[in-house]
T-cell receptor
Framework: AQKITQTQPGMFVQEKEAVTLDCTYD???????LFWYKQPSSGEMIFLIY??????QNATEGRYSLNFQKARKSANLVISASQLGDSAMYFC????????????FGAGTRLTVKP | NAGVTQTPKFQVLKTGQSMTLQCAQD?????MYWYRQDPGMGLRLIYY???????DKGEVPNGYNVSRLNKREFSLRLESAAPSQTSVYFC??????????????FGPGTRLTVT
């Protein structure tokens, strides 16, 4: 089964600066999808960005971009121009296409944005 | 458009009691999911339903049963609650196209405590 690793339990960033949240994954499949979700203190899970394993370009959504390095099996989330509202837990997740309903999540990174 | 709704929001059970968590989505999604989230961990998949009338086990199915009542509704039942089932439970749904599933949309969660 696939495995997701987020090695940073907590991160701090100054408001308006960029921050990178790390995610590595382990799979033997060639076809898979990678996702990032945000969980604010209110508890809901908010989808941020998706990267398919065959996508040639890194995914971008507004201030979020995904630094996808397939050979290294990493899918780091980059948040540009951090805002106080970005303070939250961030989860990396992955599903393999041969069983695309089985999504596995990392343990998460708590991001704190300092004013 | 409510998205994914869950009831109840909070529940306290005594060991051995049973209860059903309800989930409904109004996005016409084929796939629905139940997860649990424990402190310091990401979400873990309990069960999923790829389409109406089908259900499959996820990573941690023991102690749970599910019912896909119709396309909109997917319930999770605890027949005999145990303290180890104290957790936050999330329901989610996703669209599918040509067998691939896309990003999952989550409900607000149910905080369950078993004493």
């Amino acid at each position: 089964a696939q495995k997701i690793t987020q090695t940073q339990p907590g991160m701090f960033v100054q408001e308006k600066e960029a921050v990178t949240l790390d995610c590595t994954y382990d799979t033997s499949d060639q076809s898979y999808g990678l996702f990032w979700y945000k969980q604010p203190s209110s508890g809901e899970m908010i989808f941020l960005i998706y990267q398919g394993s065959y996508d040639e370009q890194n995914a971008t959504e507004g201030r979020y971009s995904l630094n996808f390095q397939k050979a290294r099996k990493s899918a780091n989330l980059v948040i540009s121009a951090s805002q106080l509202g970005d303070s939250a837990m961030y989860f990396c997740a992955m599903r393999e296409d041969h069983n695309n309903n089985d999504m596995r999540f990392g343990a998460g990174t708590r991001l704190t944005v300092k004013p | 458009n409510a998205g994914v709704t869950q009831t109840p929001k909070f529940q306290v059970l005594k060991t051995g009691q049973s209860m059903t968590l309800q989930c409904a989505q109004d996005m016409n999604h084929n796939s629905m999911y139940w997860y649990r989230q424990d402190p310091g961990m990401g979400l873990r998949l309990i069960y999923y339903s790829a389409s109406e009338g089908t259900t499959d086990k996820g990573e941690v199915p023991n102690g749970y049963n599910v019912s896909r009542l119709n396309k909109r509704e997917f319930s999770l039942r605890l027949e005999s609650a145990a303290p180890s089932q104290t957790s936050v439970y999330f329901c989610a749904s996703s669209a599918t196209w040509r067998g691939s599933s896309y990003e999952q949309y989550f409900g607000p969660g149910t905080r369950l405590t078993v004493t």
